[in-house]
């Protein structure tokens, strides 16, 4: 069966901080890995990793894809409190006919305390 | 503006009942797809459609049904079918499947 496991389940750090949530795959006919921030309603898109090894970077949030341990890490540096929400790993891929659809892992949840 | 929209926002269903949740988009995209999440579980997909005419169970479609019509329109029914359908539904679009999905703000769907 197709998952992805994100760890941890939830992290409460102070503001300046720097953390790192992972993710774990194993999913038949990988295509992408999609990282995602849920803060309140709709998830919005934060990096797309097809190749391993390269880093995407975008302001304090950057990602790396390690296709060869089947697994991901999205680093936030300098912590503030807006970056409390839910971040969502989703590996694109699947057995069989259905080898287009995303995967989602649970999400962890990031609390900042000022 | 270009966007996905998602009506109702909160929806009140009686037992027995079916409803619908409306889900439209104009970014032109192919793929459409409809996800449920609940408290603790991440987001698990339901049906998705990569053409007109066309869509694909996911992992949990049993009480559900979709059609695709129009490609902006992608609309979800909770049949009364479906045993435990209290949960938030979100629904999404690509350009393509594999890239990247864009999400509406959500249907939270609550069983009185």
């Known amino acids: 069966e197709d998952k992805v496991v994100q760890s941890p389940l939830s992290l409460v750090v102070h503001e300046g901080d720097t953390v790192t949530l992972n993710c774990s795959y194993e999913?038949?006919?990988?295509?992408?890995l999609l990282w995602y921030k849920q803060e309140k309603k709709a998830p919005t898109f934060l990096f797309m990793l097809?190749?391993?090894?390269i880093e995407k970077k975008s302001g304090r949030l950057s990602s790396i894809l390690d296709k060869k341990e089947l697994s991901s890490i999205l680093n936030i540096t300098a912590t503030q409190t807006g970056d409390s929400a839910i971040y969502l790993c989703a590996v694109a891929g699947g057995r069989g006919g259905a080898t287009n659809k995303l995967i989602f892992g649970t999400g962890t949840l990031l609390a900042v305390q000022p | 503006d270009g966007g996905i929209t998602q009506s109702p926002k909160y929806l009140f269903r009686k037992e027995g009942q079916n409803v619908t949740l409306s889900c439209e988009q104009n970014l032109n995209h192919d793929a459409m797809y409809w996800y449920r999440q609940d408290p603790g579980q991440g987001l698990r997909l339901i049906y998705y459609s990569q053409i007109v005419n066309d869509f694909q169970k996911g992992d949990i479609a049993e009480g559900y049904s979709v059609s695709r019509e129009k490609k902006e329109s992608f609309p979800l029914t909770v049949t009364s079918a479906q045993k435990n359908p209290t949960a938030f539904y979100l629904c999404a679009s690509s350009p393509l499947m594999n890239t990247e999905a864009f999400f509406g703000q959500g249907t939270r769907l609550t069983v009185v």
């Open positions: 097809t190749s391993s090894g």
């Open positions: 999913v038949t006919n990988f295509r992408s």
